[in-house]
């Protein structure tokens, strides 16, 4: 299993660790609600070094992307970008990516250990074009700066990121004098950046992260966040069963653009205002969270499954997000799950602080 160039870095402040798509990242640093106010109130930093990563290069990169992903790779300028998917013919959603030009290049990130899987279900669609695709996983650490202080602490160490930085949208900027690609993210909810950096640099960007105020924050305050944001997760939320649309993931299509694989069954759907699924947020009347693929019903009938279930900080009380079928996605609606715990669904996000990706 692989693991973080600042794995030893991470077990000096006694973090304990849980595997993500088959790498071993920080679950915690001892103190999971004060890292998840970290983020709320200051500034967090995690490190999203596992996310997948693959550098595209070759004279028709640019034709091919845009023929391939749900939204647009040809009016991306350099230092720009947008969230796409990948389907199938069907319109199912292989994996969702994060387009990032880059110039002679563009980068295409993935939630971890997803690469493989893109780079495999693009390259069968590769016969005569001049494309190259390559790993590049390991070689380029992402330092994530989250919450209302990340502007701040990223400007103290670059000196100056422009407050209207679009999000997915690249700056670059040199530390050390090393090159770092500063990023508009906002993964958790609140606002942000990714770092980007050659791994060999990584633990000093950390530090100095750190000694400006930055609080290291593990995955399981990462996922509270990200699900009070209503941010599905490729992979848990999210899989091939599903088309972007009945994922939520409208941000990630051009509905004007041409054609590209899958784009037929989701301008349909998308006209027709019909999707066969939604994903929705559920108020839990429990103390323990449902499980993951628990099923969720109503009148004696199951309507659908959850996929992310946990207690809320914000809220103090267990929510969960579920997929369910159309007709049971309106606010109000009375379901059960596991155990026959009563829930109620709600219009997402459950916490807003800056707009997500989820529409």
């Not at 939204?71 to 991306?76: A, I, R, S």
């Not at 960007?205 to 209503?230: C, I, M, Q, T, Y």
């Not at 599905?232 to 999210?238: Q, T």
Request: glycine share 12%.
């Amino acid at each position: 299993m692989p693991r973080l160039a600042l794995h030893s870095v991470h077990e000096a402040a006694c973090a304990v660790f849980v595997q993500v798509g088959g790498w071993e990242v920080p679950a915690c640093y001892g103190d999971v609600a004060s890292e998840y106010r970290a983020v709320r109130e200051a500034a967090g930093i995690a490190d999203r070094s596992a996310r997948g990563k693959l550098r595209v290069t070759g004279s028709d990169r640019v034709r091919f992307l845009h023929g391939m992903l749900s939204n647009t790779v040809e009016g991306l300028g350099e230092g720009e970008g947008n969230y796409a998917t990948l389907t199938n013919p069907k319109g199912q959603t292989l994996t969702d990516v994060w387009v990032h030009h880059r110039g002679e290049s563009f980068v295409l990130e993935t939630e971890p250990g997803f690469q493989e899987k893109l780079y495999t279900s693009l390259d069968r669609y590769l016969i005569a074009d001049d494309v190259e695709m390559q790993d590049i996983t390991e070689s380029l650490a992402i330092l994530g700066v989250q919450g209302p202080r990340a502007g701040e602490l990223v400007s103290e160490i670059f000196g100056g990121v422009p407050t209207d930085l679009p999000e997915y949208h690249t700056v670059i900027r040199s530390f050390n004098g090393t090159e770092v690609m500063v990023v508009s993210r906002a993964f958790a909810g609140e606002s942000g950046y990714d770092l980007w950096v050659a791994v060999k640099r990584a633990e000093a960007l950390w530090s100095a992260l750190e000694k400006r105020g930055g609080r290291p924050a593990g995955f399981e305050a990462l996922e509270v966040l990200r699900v009070e944001a209503g941010i599905p997760r490729y992979g848990v939320d999210v899989d091939e069963r599903a088309t972007p649309l009945e994922a939520g993931l409208y941000s990630a299509v051009d509905f004007e653009k041409g054609c590209y694989v899958g784009q037929e069954v989701i301008a349909k759907m998308h006209n027709l205002g019909k999707p066969r699924r939604y994903l929705v947020g559920l108020c839990v009347e429990a103390d323990t969270p449902p499980a993951a693929g628990a099923p969720v019903w109503t009148d004696g009938k199951e309507i659908g499954h959850i996929t992310s279930g946990l207690r809320s900080l914000a809220l103090d009380r267990v929510v969960a997000l579920a997929s369910v079928r159309r007709g049971f996605q309106e606010p109000g609606q009375v379901v059960f799950t596991e155990g026959g715990v009563q829930a109620e669904v709600v219009a997402l996000p459950f916490y807003k602080a800056v707009p997500t990706r989820l529409e």
